[in-house]
T-cell receptor
Framework: DAKTTQPNSMESNEEEPVHLPCNHS???????IHWYRQLPSQGPEYVIH???SNVNNRMASLAIAEDRKSSTLILHRATLRDAAVYYC??????????FGAGTRLTVKP | NAGVTQTPKFQVLKTGQSMTLQCAQD?????MYWYRQDPGMGLRLIYY???????DKGEVPNGYNVSRLNKREFSLRLESAAPSQTSVYFC???????????????FGSGTRLTVV
């Protein structure tokens, strides 16, 4: 199975941009890159996904490297409510979405 | 906008007891999933149901059974609970269709289960 590598933790200051990296060097051509986040004591929440092109939505932006071996989730202005564990996941088929340990993001006021 | 509803939210069982965790979704999604999350770890897939009438094993199916009662409901049963099954259980659903992997999962808020 294709795996992802993320830093265990990151810190950010409130109102500043945050770039959360993810390496996926064994990605295959049909793997979608999904990002989820999990706030304390809640279930994971879908953030964004992409295949080859960069993507933007109301929550975040996803920048995908040209060779697709890495990607970056961008939160444009971190708020205290963005403190969560962020998971980068490669989705190869409908029913195989495996979560790693993710990156714990701390936002400082 | 209920989404995915799980019951109960909390449960304490004694070793050897059985129980069923309930999950229902109101989004008309085809696929449903059960995950468990142990402290400090990511989620692991227990079982999934790609469509009504089908179920398949995930990464960690031992000690569990599932039933896809109808399109809305997907239950998880522990026949003889063990302390190793102490975890937070999450149900999820997705409008997954063959070849279309751009659909996200919607998760419930979880069931915290303690087996003593």
């Amino acid at each position: 199975d294709a795996k992802t590598t993320q830093p265990n933790s990151m810190e950010s200051n409130e109102e500043e941009p945050v770039h959360l990296p993810c390496n996926h060097s064994t990605i295959s051509g049909t793997d979608y890159i999904h990002w989820y986040r999990q706030l304390p004591s809640q279930g994971p929440e879908y953030v964004i996904h992409g295949l080859t092109s960069n993507v933007n939505n109301r929550m975040a932006s996803l920048a995908i490297a040209e060779d697709r071996k890495s990607s970056t989730l961008i939160l444009h202005r971190a708020t205290l409510r963005d403190a969560a564990v962020y998971y980068c996941i490669l989705r190869r088929n409908n029913n195989d979405m495996r979560f790693g340990a993710g990156t714990r993001l701390t936002v400082k006021p | 906008n209920a989404g995915v509803t799980q019951t109960p939210k909390f449960q304490v069982l004694k070793t050897g007891q059985s129980m069923t965790l309930q999950c229902a979704q109101d989004m008309n999604h085809n696929s449903m999933y059960w995950y468990r999350q142990d402290p400090g770890m990511g989620l692991r897939l227990i079982y999934y149901s790609a469509s009504e009438g089908t179920t398949d094993k995930g990464e960690v199916p031992n000690g569990y059974n599932v039933s896809r009662l109808n399109k809305r409901e997907f239950s998880l049963r522990l026949e003889s609970a063990a302390p190793s099954q102490t975890s937070v259980y999450f149900c999820a659903s997705s409008e997954a269709r063959t070849g279309r992997l751009g659909y996200g999962y919607t998760f419930g808020s979880g069931t915290r289960l303690t087996v003593v």
